[in-house]
T-cell receptor, first 112, second 116 residues
Framework: DAKTTQPPSMDCAEGRAANLPCNHSTISGNEYVYWYRQIHSQGPQYIIHGLKNNETNEMASLIITEDRKSSTLILPHATLRDTAVYYCIVRPLPGGYQKVTFGTGTKLQVIP | NAGVTQTPKFQVLKTGQSMTLQCAQDMNHEYMSWYRQDPGMGLRLIHYSVGAGITDQGEVPNGYNVSRSTTEDFPLRLLSAAPSQTSVYFC???????????????FGNGTRLTVT
């Protein structure tokens, strides 16, 4: 199973872009990159996912390098409500071995 | 839709007691899984299922049993609780797409278990 590596913590000033990196150097061709966040002790919440192209939705943008060994989640204008733990995971396509594991994530602190 | 429902929200057990954590989803998701979360440890996969009658072990399966008799329910059983099983338990579910990516995981709000 591909594993991911993330920095344990990051700070970001309110209103600035938050760029959260993730390394997934052992990712295989049939695996997607997913991002989730967990606020306080709630269940994790889905943010965005992608295979090899950059993706954008109303919450964030996902930039995946051409070799797919790393990605960056971008929160364009961070607010205090974005303070959370952010998890980057890889997940196989349908039919693949569905053992979905999480690492320890990045704790993002948005500072006023 | 209620989404993923976990019961109970809180539970205190004595060492050696058994109990079942309930997880139900009303989205007709094929995939369901259980995670435990300890301070500083992130989420660790206990067991998962890709459909009724099919289960498999995750990263930390010892001390836990699961079964999947229906699509909707995926209970987690602690046969003989130990203090090391004190944790927050999350259940998650998703579709397994016939093509393209699988749908994102939907998580419940967790069960906070203390074993004394």
């Amino acid at each position: 199973d591909a594993k991911t590596t993330q920095p344990p913590s990051m700070d970001c000033a309110e209103g600035r872009a938050a760029n959260l990196p993730c390394n997934h150097s052992t990712i295989s061709g049939n695996e997607y990159v997913y991002w989730y966040r967990q606020i306080h002790s709630q269940g994790p919440q889905y943010i965005i996912h992608g295979l090899k192209n950059n993706e954008t939705n109303e919450m964030a943008s996902l930039i995946i390098t051409e070799d797919r060994k790393s990605s960056t989640l971008i929160l364009p204008h961070a607010t205090l409500r974005d303070t959370a733990v952010y998890y980057c995971i890889v997940r196989p396509l349908p039919g693949g071995y569905q053992k979905v594991t999480f690492g320890t994530g990045t704790k993002l602190q948005v500072i006023p | 839709n209620a989404g993923v429902t976990q019961t109970p929200k809180f539970q205190v057990l004595k060492t050696g007691q058994s109990m079942t954590l309930q997880c139900a989803q009303d989205m007709n998701h094929e995939y369901m899984s259980w995670y435990r979360q300890d301070p500083g440890m992130g989420l660790r996969l206990i067991h998962y299922s890709v459909g009724a009658g099919i289960t498999d072990q995750g990263e930390v399966p010892n001390g836990y049993n699961v079964s999947r008799s229906t699509t909707e329910d995926f209970p987690l059983r602690l046969l003989s609780a130990a203090p090391s099983q004190t944790s927050v338990y999350f259940c998650a579910s998703s579709y397994l797409s016939a093509s393209g990516s699988n749908s994102p995981l939907h998580f419940g709000n967790g069960t906070r278990l203390t074993v004394t």
